[in-house]
Structure formats: structure tokens, C-alpha cells
């Protein structure tokens, strides 16, 4: 569960925001996206391969 402590007098809009970035890191949304469908497991190790590529060519075009 998650809880945000409110200050005396602080604004609701400066709470909500905590709020949505504490649950935006727990990772639900992104997991409850992911479950949708199911991917195969050959499928997504291609994909992480894929993106490790790209992620390594990146840093060497920086360099």
C-alpha cells in the first residue's frame, strides 16, 4: 500500500503528484501491460537481444 505523508497546508496537487510517481515506480501499470498478451520466451530473449544491439551501437557512435 502505498502512503503519502501530507504537510500542514500543503497542496492536494503537490500530493497527487507524489503519489503518482511512488506508484508509477512500483512498476504495476507496466506489469499489468505486459500480461495482456503472453510473448513466448524465444520471442522476448530476441527482443532483449535486439534492443542490446541497438543500445550497443548507440554507445559507440557517442564515442
Known sequence: MIIVPIKEGEN???A???FKRKF???GVIRELRSRQAFIKPSVRRREEIKKAKY?????????
Open 12 to 14: 492536494i496537487e503537490r
Open 16 to 18: 497527487l503528484k507524489k
Open 24 to 26: 508509477e515506480k512500483t
Open 55 to 63: 543500445v550497443q551501437k548507440m554507445q559507440e557512435s557517442e564515442e
